[in-house]
């Protein structure tokens, strides 16, 4: 049965169409990296400017050398945590000349950024396709990215040819974006893979993430954006607010991220807490606990305050 959606899903990325299917990170809105009209359409679905880059998804590093030059920092990175660790991290480095990639996908850049997603669903589907898929988090752009298939057809059911389920996302958060293009290596969105964790791999020290304007072109400050007002660091509600808490709490939150306080049950229920809590017919806001900013907690924290900033100017 399922076999068959997939196989039928295949043969829509070959005609040029979209659709949704799930990485380990949250649900994707998959299309041909090498198909103009394909992008146009996902660009389209998701109303986001056609200046915001989109990721190449393959499944293997042979795939990606095709596509992208791997210095040894690139190579370093992509055999220890694609192939070893199986942990999500995209890398931007500098395009081939003559990739087999949409130059609307990268927006006229002379970079790309790619990343094997460690999901059984998503190698089949590029395995079959054969061939890089672009895919960004399959949400409209601006609002909450989607980790289980209903909080995806929710914002882009009407846009695709097809949706695949694969239950809900291990990580919940987006991979951890660094660029190593140009010698160095930059983290331009922290996420599971942590800074710790590059600097052990690559032996140095590697400066956090700054949010110092825009890196990357879609690196907005306002980017995961409930309706709600969100208030971060709170220890209790005020009148009207819903309250997610963080481990142990005298009050009697409205949903608690992890009871135990485990900074990756919190990144696998972060996402979905939020929608569910996002009712402004029922709230006047959401009230958050503190989350501590180690490990994947600085991606937790990093989502967070983009989705408490109001503005949308950086
Ligand atoms: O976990 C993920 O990365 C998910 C799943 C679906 O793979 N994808 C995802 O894609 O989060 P998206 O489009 O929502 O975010 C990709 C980010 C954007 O902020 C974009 O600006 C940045 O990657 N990006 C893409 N190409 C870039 C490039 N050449 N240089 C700098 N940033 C780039
Ligand atoms: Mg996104």
Not at 102 to 124: C, F, K, N, Q, Y
Not at 209 to 238: D, F, N, V
Request: glycine share 8%; net charge negative.
């Amino acid at each position: 049965m399922f076999s068959q959606k997939l196989a039928e899903a295949v043969e829509f990325l070959k005609a040029g169409e979209i659709g949704i299917a799930p990485t380990e990170t949250v649900y994707g809105l998959f299309g041909d990296a090498n198909n103009d009209s394909a992008i146009k359409k996902i660009y389209e679905a998701k109303g986001r400017p056609s200046f915001n880059p989109l990721i190449s998804h393959v499944s293997s590093i042979g795939m990606a050398e095709k596509l992208a030059e791997f210095n040894e920092t690139a190579m370093i990175l992509a055999n220890y945590f694609w192939l070893d660790k199986a942990q999500p991290l995209t890398l931007i480095l500098k395009k081939r000349r003559g990739a087999e990639l949409s130059s609307l996908l990268t927006a006229g850049l002379d970079t790309v950024a790619i990343r094997i997603p460690m999901h059984s669903i998503a190698i089949e589907l590029i395995d079959k396709f054969g061939g890089a898929l672009a895919a960004p988090s399959a949400n409209k752009s601006m609002s909450i990215s989607p980790t289980t298939i209903n909080m995806a057809l929710s914002d882009l059911a009407d846009a695709v040819s097809f949706a695949l389920d694969g239950g809900a996302c291990n990580v919940g958060l987006e991979s951890t974006i660094v660029d190593v293009s140009s010698g160095g290596i930059r983290i331009l969105r922290p996420g599971y893979v942590s800074q710790e964790s590059i600097e052990d791999v690559l032996k140095e020290s590697v400066p956090p993430c700054q949010h110092t304007g825009i890196i990357a072109p879609g690196m907005m400050k306002r980017h995961y954006s409930p309706k709600l007002p969100l208030r971060l660091c709170a220890h209790e509600p005020y009148p009207g607010e819903a309250f997610i808490a963080f481990g142990k709490t005298d009050v009697s939150p409205d949903a608690n991220l992890s009871e135990s306080g485990a900074l990756e049950e919190a990144s696998r229920s972060l996402y979905k807490t939020l929608k569910e809590l996002d009712v402004p017919e029922k709230f006047k806001g959401i009230a958050i606990m503190p989350i501590p900013n180690v490990g994947i907690g600085v991606a937790i924290n990093d989502r967070l305050t983009r989705a408490a900033a109001r503005d949308t100017a950086k």
